[in-house]
């Protein structure tokens, strides 16, 4: 199976909570490579909490970047540079691997690259996530329409939330499949994930089987 690369319409519309959900249902390991911020704790520590299995369900950062900013700028600050080579070279093998990335595609990651870059590099396939919030379905459409302009393999939307009553029609309008819809949960514990996971099983196995 090719990597699984979860990525959203922008920032905090849910990749996390999707990210695990879809790690739970694979049975596969979690990898974010880059992180950017973590005060309040990593998104793979978020995710280890909630899934079952152990260490061996989580892949290692490649760069843990302390300032919660766009990741160019964060390395930036520690005399970093992102190299999506490394972090080629550093992709876990061996199951299933779902990889969350770091906001939506167009985030750099240095001078040159973003997060796009990082998809096709990994060759691997993409779940979109999109939020219900004013301006979504743009935000949905140009997320989708640069996925095509770029050659992205897409596997298909979850959408994360409260009901839009537009899905179909971003689905319709983006012509990119619907895998799912995960409800709104104030608190996603390790039973809302494994519930959640449970109950997707079926069609994510279904899409990623093709």
């Known amino acids: 199976m090719r990597p699984i690369f979860i990525t959203g319409i922008g920032t905090d519309v849910g ?13 596969a390991v979690y990898w974010k490579p880059v992180q950017a911020g973590f005060d309040q704790g990593t998104d793979t520590e ?7 299995g152990g260490p061996e369900r989580l892949a ?10 766009s990741p160019h700028i ?14 080629a070279n550093e992709m876990p093998s061996g199951r299933p691997l ?5 906001g939506g595609l167009l985030v750099p990651l240095n001078e040159r690259e973003f997060v796009l870059d990082l998809v096709r590099r990994l060759d691997a396939r993409v779940i979109l996530v999109s939020r219900n919030y004013l301006g979504s379905i743009n935000h949905s459409l140009l997320t989708a ?61 279904r899409t990623f089987s093709r």
């Open 15 to 27: 990749k996390t909570v999707i990210a695990a959900i879809v790690t739970e249902s694979l049975g």
């Open 98 to 102: 779902v990889i969350e990335g770091a």
């Open 145 to 205: 329409a640069v996925c095509k302009t770029y050659g992205l393999d897409l596997a298909g939307w979850i959408f994360n939330g409260e009901p839009s009553g537009y899905e179909d029609e971003i689905v319709a309008w983006s012509g990119v499949r619907k895998i799912g819809a995960v409800p709104a949960a104030t608190s996603p514990d390790r039973a809302f994930v494994r519930h959640e996971a449970a109950r997707l099983q079926p069609e994510i196995l």
């Open 46 to 52: 978020w995710v280890g909490a909630r899934i079952s």
């Open 74 to 87: 964060a390395a930036r600050e520690e005399d970093v540079v992102i190299s999506l080579d490394k972090i």
């Open 60 to 69: 290692k950062e490649v760069y843990k970047l302390r300032l919660p900013a």
